[in-house]
């Protein structure tokens, strides 16, 4: 037989490509197989994880004053006021998860003069330190100066007979000028005095603070 034609001959036979051998397959089931035992496992541990970070709760944000009142009492200036906060339920969860904070103010009785400086007449702070049991699962308040505190389980009736009733003295009226405008002034803030427990496993900006400082004026003539 000629060359030529063995050539002709074996150029026409027909391509055939490998067999595929389903071990492809095989594994990519396998694969399937084993991501989902791994993916809720992996889920789950992200939700542990979660779960075992405690969250900061949500301060309040500012302090409302139920009562502002300046009253006269046996010969003696006063000032009555009722403190309060915008959210006491965050308040509450806040002494809750370990924060213990103070309650301070400073009222300040001077008389106006215009264009001159004013004449500060008194000067008064109170300090108390809010906290919460947690043996006893009580919210305790301790006013400075006073040696008992103050206790109940519930936080509202707590503050409803404490910082919703407190009283001032500021001076005798003996010393206030008859007719000339006066004005008092209080200033208070409410801060931690201790770092929460659950600040030392959580990273974020950390500030003293529980609500901003603010000041409050009230003016009267005598």
Not at 77 to 98: F, I, Q, S, T
Not at 142 to 164: C, F, Q, V, Y
Not at 173 to 181: F, N, S, T
Request: aromatic content about 8%.
């Amino acid at each position: 037989m000629p060359p030529h034609s063995l050539l002709r001959r074996s150029c026409s036979q027909p391509h055939r490509p490998a067999p595929v051998r389903p071990f492809g397959v095989r594994a990519l089931s396998a694969a399937n197989g084993l991501a989902s035992p791994l993916l809720l496992c992996i889920l789950l541990a992200l939700f542990l994880l979660t779960a075992a970070t405690p969250a900061q709760a949500a301060p309040p944000r500012q302090f409302v004053l139920d009562t502002f009142a300046i009253e006269t009492r046996d010969g003696t200036l006063v000032l009555r006021l009722g403190v309060g906060v915008d959210d006491p339920d965050g308040l509450r969860d806040l002494l809750k998860d370990g924060a213990e904070m103070e309650l301070r103010g400073t009222a300040t009785l001077t008389r106006r003069r215009g264009v001159l400086p004013d004449v500060t007449l008194a000067e008064k702070t109170f300090a108390c330190v809010l906290r919460h049991d947690t043996l006893t699962r009580e919210f305790e308040l301790r006013l400075e100066g006073r040696e008992a505190p103050w206790r109940d389980k519930n936080l509202g009736r707590l503050l409803e007979g404490t910082w919703k009733r407190l009283v001032l003295p500021l001076a005798p009226i003996a010393g206030l000028e008859k007719g000339e405008p006066h004005r008092v002034s209080l200033a208070l803030s409410l801060r931690h005095t201790d770092v929460p427990p659950w600040l030392s496993r959580t990273l974020f900006f950390w500030s003293w603070e529980v609500v901003p400082d603010a000041t409050f004026t009230q003016d009267f003539t005598y």
